[in-house]
């Protein structure tokens, strides 16, 4: 299968018009009368037969949408993202993601349990889940094209379905990876997860959304154990390595170890961007900025949960050394890290104002004032509130990955800001359809 034929570009540009239609413009219609304008006429509930068509799936994917590239791999890590908005000068080529995924952590069976993607090395406690007799796990098509229910569409993985029954699909161009929770006797970090939780990572992005610079990564969620799962956070973690890949005029200022983590509050997106270690650093080295927030934490019934709390997250380092990647020594310290605190359990300090706070680095490193972090090997944490997931219960979250660059520092993030508030005020984009 050819990822990026061009034989249905037009095809493709025509669906980009409706699906922004559908996210935007359609107000005042019933959710049948949308669905015919997009999808034409629908069966009856329920009676979408099975097709013929099985997708094909793989043990690993080099995802690329706009101008990102990066893998996926089975057990829901994503790693090695790169993002040049200049294709034809590969000079420009810009590491957004060292590494990235899905952290939670609360209590079940009266036990506290994590369940969690990379603390140090490329290891994770969800488990892939296969679909009969297949060996590869990463379901990765183009929407147009997927034809009715394909045979082997994962919804008894967890996948969802609408209410039609049909294959609930978002973007383009989409990977799905069906994990299961599980636990790895021996290893500190990953030796007690949750009991069968699914949880389905869906990748996706827009072929006309290049100018934008996003994807998004679905989480889809379901307690398939007998027992409750109460106060439960849900975190999105990242090993940045903001830097070049080659040789540029701006590589000497912008590597990995010279990074530094910001929050906007106002968006609750955190963001990873070069610091001016040195005073002799050119302006328009400075000028990008590579970051993401949680759009939405919904159960089925429309009930939200909030963002929780950015907390303070370094490799290793001697300031604050309790909320460094080093410092963490056991499975319980990863909830205390979702809630927000030290390996310690004890609060983040505000050093601007002296105050206990839930969100880490709000200054703004434009200006120089305010919370800031200084130059060094970043991680970014972003948690939700807890919440209590029953048995059978789902839920889901969606982030939105956005890098931008700019002449300055200030336009990187400007625009950044721009194009977070554009996803946010437009849901039909990102979210169920």
Not at 107 to 130: C, D, H, I, K, M
Not at 186 to 213: A, L, W
Not at 287 to 292: F, K, P, S, V
Request: proline share 5%; hydrophobic share 35%.
């Amino acid at each position: 299968m050819d990822m990026h034929s061009t034989a249905t570009r037009s095809e493709r540009a025509s669906n980009f018009i409706v699906i922004l239609a559908f996210g935007v413009l359609i107000t005042g219609c019933d959710a049948t009368d949308t669905l015919q304008n997009y999808y034409g006429p629908l069966p009856a509930a329920g009676i979408f037969p099975r097709s013929d068509q099985v997708l094909p799936t793989f043990d690993q994917v080099d995802f690329t949408t706009g101008f990102y590239r990066f893998r996926i791999r089975p057990d829901g890590i994503m790693d090695d993202g790169t993002w040049n908005p200049n294709p034809t000068e590969p000079d420009s080529l810009i590491h957004t993601l060292f590494s990235g995924g899905l952290w939670m952590g609360g209590v079940q069976g009266g036990r506290t349990r994590a369940n969690l993607t990379w603390v140090g090395a490329p290891t994770s406690n969800f488990e892939p889940t296969y679909w009969r007799d297949q060996n590869a796990s990463i379901y990765y098509f183009e929407r147009a094209d997927v034809s009715g229910l394909p045979a082997n569409w994962p919804d008894s993985l967890g996948a969802q379905l609408s209410s039609l029954g049909s294959p609930m699909m978002y973007g383009d161009l989409e990977a799905i990876v069906p994990t299961i929770t599980s636990s790895i006797p021996g290893r500190t970090f990953y030796e007690s997860g949750f009991d069968s939780v699914k949880v389905v990572q869906t990748v996706f992005g827009y072929y006309y959304f290049r100018r934008i610079n996003a994807y998004f990564v679905r989480y889809d969620l379901r307690n398939k154990s007998s027992s409750d799962i109460t106060d439960l956070r849900l975190g999105i973690h990242t090993d940045t390595d903001l830097e070049f890949v080659r040789k540029h005029e701006c590589s000497q200022w912008v590597s990995y170890g010279s990074n530094g983590t910001g929050f906007d509050l106002e968006r609750k997106m955190t963001y990873t961007y070069p610091t001016r270690k040195y005073e002799t650093m050119p302006a328009r080295c400075q000028g990008i900025a590579t970051g993401y927030l949680i759009l939405e934490t919904s159960f089925e019934n429309g009930t939200s949960v909030d963002v929780g709390s950015h907390r303070i997250y370094r490799r290793n380092t001697g300031r604050e050394r309790e909320f460094s990647e080093s410092a963490f020594s056991s499975f319980e310290q990863i909830y205390f890290a979702l809630e927000g605190l030290s390996t310690t359990g004890q609060p983040m300090i505000n050093p601007a104002t002296g105050q206990e706070t839930k969100w880490a680095f709000t200054g703004n490193p434009v200006d120089s004032t305010g919370w800031l972090d200084y130059p060094n090997d970043v991680r970014s944490l972003l948690s939700t509130e807890a919440f209590d997931l029953k048995a059978d219960e789902r839920i889901s979250m969606t982030v939105v990955w956005i890098t931008t660059r700019g002449r300055t520092l200030d336009a990187a993030l400007s625009f950044m800001k721009e194009t977070a508030d554009f996803f946010q005020s437009r849901p039909g984009i990102w979210s169920k359809r």
